[in-house]
C-alpha cells in the first residue's frame, strides 16, 4: 500500500483529555452515600419524565443517560413515564416517537411505561385530601387575576378573596368542577401557602384548572387537569421513586414539590437539580423546535439539522457516540455552553473505528485515459477500514474513464497546489500513477469539462517499482461502474453559536443559517455502494462520514454527510492548552 496515500483521520494524535468518569458527578456521589447511609433501604429508583409535546433532543439525551445510567449502575431501576397532563398540546405521535428515541439510545424501561394520566383519579384523591385539611381552595378569580394578585419579586402577593371558603363549599365545587359544570378557565383549585413568601411558587399556586379538552389517554374522562408541579411530585411519590432529577429551572420550585408531599405525608422521594445542556449553533427547547418545524424552516422533527435524536439518527450518528458525548459533558451545578465540535468529535472517534472506507466524488469530472484499452476493466483491491484489518479488502473496478473530483485539478495551479495539473503526475488511490496531458474546454465557457490522462502501467496498485514520487493522492470512480447519487451537505442550524441572543425586535429566527443545506444532485459513488441500505454509513476517503437516506430508494441513492473529517474540537483544545 501506498504511504502518503493517507486519509487516515488525524484525531489519534489529538484525543481530548479521556472523559471524568461519570461516577465522580455529584449526583451519583449523593446516590453513593444515600445507599451506604440505607436512606431508601439502599434502593435506588430514578424516572425519565417527558411531556409527550414533541420529540427528543439531545438535552434529553443526557438526562436519559443520566437517568437510565445511574439506575442501572446502581442496581437499580428507572422509569420511563410521560408526563401527560396537558391534553392540549400532546399527542401519541409524540408518545410513540419518545419510546423509539429512548430505545435506540440503548436504554431499557420495565414492561410498563408509566403515564401521569394514569394517576388522575389518584391525584384528584390527593387534592380532596387537602381541601380537607385546609390546605387547598376554589378559587374564581381569573387567570389575569391571579397573575395580578400575586406580586412580583418585589412586592408580596394579596391573597384571593376566595381563600376562606369553608371546607365542605371547597370540596362541593372541586367535584363539580370534575363534573363539567363550569366553563374554562372560571375557577381553579389553588394550594393555600403563603402568598408573602418570598418564593412566587409558594403564592398560592394553582393545582388545578378546567379544561374541557380531549386526551389522548383518558379521553373525555376529565375536564380538569392538575398541573406540573402537582403531578410531578405525586407521580414520584406514588412510583416510590428515590432521586427524582430535574434541571435547574425546577430548583425554585423544589419547595413546593417537598410542600405537596409533607402536607399528606405520603412516601417523599428527593429533587436533586443539574445544569440542562446548552450546545452552541442550536436550540434545545421543544417549543422553539417546534417553530422550526410547523414554519417549515427544516423538513421536520428528523431534518439531519435538527438537534433532536430523530434528527441526530438520519444525519447518521450512533447512539453509541451520543452516549459518549452525554459522558464527556458530565453533569454539574451551573450553566454552561457546550460546543458543537465536541459532539463532532464524538461522531468522528465512533465513526472512524466503524465506518468503512469507499470512494465517491461529489463535484465529478472526467478524465480519460488515453493509453488505457477501451474494451477493459480491472478489479483493484481496495482496503475496507486501515484502523481495523478485520474488515478486509473490496474490490473496485478501474476503466478507460473515470471521475475525479473537480477541485482536484486547477489548470494554472499555485505554489501550495500539490494535486493534478497539466503535465503532473499524481496517485489515483488503490490503481495507478496518471499524467495529465490534456484539458477539454467548454468551447461557449470555457469551463474545463474533461481532462486527458495517461497512466503508467508499472503502478499498478499505486506504487511505483523506480521510487518515482508524487506529491498527491486523489480518490475516483469509474465512469461505466460508478453509481449516480444525491449527496446532501449540512452546516449548522444557525450562524450564531447562541441564536437565543437577537437583535432587538428579532427572535432566534433571525439567525437561522439560510445555507445550512446545500444538495449536491449527480454525485458519483463506488459500485460497491449500488444497494446499500439505509442508515449504514461509511466514510468517503478524503470527504467525510456519510450515511443513506431514508429518502433513497433503488433508482437513486441518498446521503447525508454527517460530519467532516476537520477535526475543529482538537484545534480547540491544542489552542486552549497552549
Ligand atoms: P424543553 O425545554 O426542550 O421543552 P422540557 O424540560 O420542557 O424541555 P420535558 O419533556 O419536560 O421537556 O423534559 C423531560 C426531562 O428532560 C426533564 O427531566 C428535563 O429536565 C430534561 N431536559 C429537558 N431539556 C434538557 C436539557 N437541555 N438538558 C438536560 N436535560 C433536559
Ligand atoms: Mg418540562
Redesign the pocket.
Known amino acids: 500500500m501506498n504511504k502518503e496515500a493517507d486519509t487516515r483521520n488525524r484525531e489519534a494524535e489529538d484525543m481530548p483529555e479521556p472523559a471524568v468518569s461519570p461516577s465522580y458527578d455529584f449526583i451519583r456521589t449523593i446516590v453513593k452515600e444515600d445507599i451506604e447511609a440505607g436512606k431508601y433501604g439502599g434502593r435506588v429508583h430514578t424516572r425519565?419524565?417527558?411531556?409527550p409535546?414533541?420529540y427528543l433532543?439531545i438535552?434529553?439525551a443526557?438526562?436519559i443517560c443520566l437517568n437510565f445510567g445511574i439506575a442501572s449502575e446502581f442496581s437499580g431501576r428507572c422509569n420511563l413515564r410521560f408526563?401527560d397532563t396537558n391534553p392540549i398540546k400532546e399527542e401519541v405521535e409524540y408518545v410513540e416517537s419518545i419510546k423509539k428515541d429512548v430505545q435506540w439510545l440503548g436504554f431499557a424501561w420495565d414492561d410498563t411505561e408509566y403515564y401521569a394520566s394514569d394517576y388522575f383519579e389518584h391525584l384528584y384523591q390527593y387534592a380532596a385530601e387537602l381541601i380537607n385539611k385546609g390546605t387547598a381552595y376554589v378559587c374564581d378569580l381569573t387567570s389575569q387575576e391571579i397573575r395580578e394578585y400575586r406580586g412580583t419579586l418585589t412586592e408580596p402577593g394579596r391573597e384571593s378573596p376566595y381563600r376562606n371558603r369553608p371546607v365542605d363549599e371547597n370540596l362541593e365545587l372541586f367535584e363539580r368542577m370534575r363534573k363539567g359544570e363550569f366553563p374554562d378557565g372560571s375557577r381553579t383549585l389553588r394550594a393555600k401557602i403563603d402568598m408573602k413568601s418570598g418564593n412566587i411558587n409558594m403564592r398560592d399556586p394553582v393545582i388545578y384548572r378546567i379544561l374541557h379538552a380531549a386526551h389522548h389517554r383518558s379521553g373525555d374522562t376529565w375536564c380538569i387537569y392538575p398541573m406540573y408541579d402537582f403531578a410531578h411530585c405525586f407521580s414520584d411519590s406514588i412510583e416510590k421513586i428515590t432521586h427524582s432529577?430535574?434541571?435547574l429551572e425546577?430548583e425554585d420550585h423544589r419547595p413546593l414539590y417537598d410542600w405537596f408531599l409533607d402536607q399528606l405525608g405520603v412516601y417523599h422521594p428527593q429533587q436533586i437539580e443539574?445544569a440542562?445542556?446548552?450546545l452552541s449553533y442550536t436550540v434545545?427547547?421543544?417549543?422553539k423546535?417546534i417553530e422550526l418545524v410547523e414554519n417549515g424552516f427544516v423538513s421536520g422533527w428528523d431534518d439531519p439539522r435538527m438537534p433532536t435524536i430523530s434528527g441526530l439518527r438520519r444525519r447518521g450518528y450512533t447512539p453509541e457516540a451520543v452516549r459518549n458525548f452525554c459522558d464527556r459533558i458530565g453533569v454539574a451545578k451551573r450553566d454552561s455552553m457546550v460546543d458543537m465540535a465536541l459532539l463532532e468529535y464524538c461522531i468522528r472517534e465512533d465513526l472512524n473505528k466503524q465506518a468503512p472506507r469507499v470512494m465517491a466524488v461529489l463535484h465529478p469530472i472526467r478524465v480519460v485515459i488515453e493509453n488505457y484499452p477501451a474494451d477493459l476493466t480491472e478489479e483493484l483491491e481496495a482496503i475496507n477500514n486501515p484502523e481495523d484489518p478485520a474488515m478486509g479488502t473490496r474490490q473496485v473496478p478501474f476503466s478507460r474513464v473515470l471521475y475525479i473530483e473537480h477541485d482536484d485539478f486547477l489548470e494554472k495551479p499555485p505554489k501550495q497546489f500539490y494535486r493534478l495539473a497539466p503535465g503532473r503526475e499524481v496517485r489515483l488511490r488503490y490503481a495507478y500513477f496518471i499524467t495529465c496531458t490534456d484539458v477539454i474546454k467548454d468551447g461557449k465557457t470555457g469551463e474545463v469539462v474533461e481532462l486527458r490522462c495517461t497512466y503508467d502501467p508499472a503502478t499498478r496498485g499505486g506504487d511505483s517499482p523506480d521510487g518515482r514520487k508524487v506529491k498527491s493522492t486523489l480518490h475516483w470512480v469509474s465512469a461505466a461502474h460508478a453509481c449516480e447519487a444525491e449527496v446532501r451537505l449540512y452546516d449548522h442550524l444557525f450562524t450564531k453559536a447562541a441564536p437565543n441572543e437577537a437583535v432587538e425586535g428579532q427572535d432566534f429566527k433571525s439567525n437561522i443559517n439560510p445555507n445550512s443545506l446545500s444538495i449536491l444532485k449527480s454525485c458519483r459513488v463506488e459500485q460497491s455502494l449500488t444497494s446499500a441500505p439505509v442508515g449504514s454509513f461509511y466514510q468517503f476517503e478524503r470527504q467525510g462520514y456519510f450515511c443513506v437516506d431514508p429518502d433513497s430508494s433503488e433508482s437513486k441513492l441518498v446521503f447525508n454527510r454527517t460530519v467532516t473529517l476537520r477535526d475543529t474540537w482538537a484545534k480547540i483544545q491544542k489552542a486552549l492548552k497552549k
Do not use: A, Y
Open positions: 425519565f419524565p417527558p411531556e409535546n414533541g433532543h438535552g434529553h443526557k438526562s408526563d432529577i430535574c434541571t425546577f443539574f440542562r445542556l446548552n434545545l427547547s421543544k417549543r423546535l
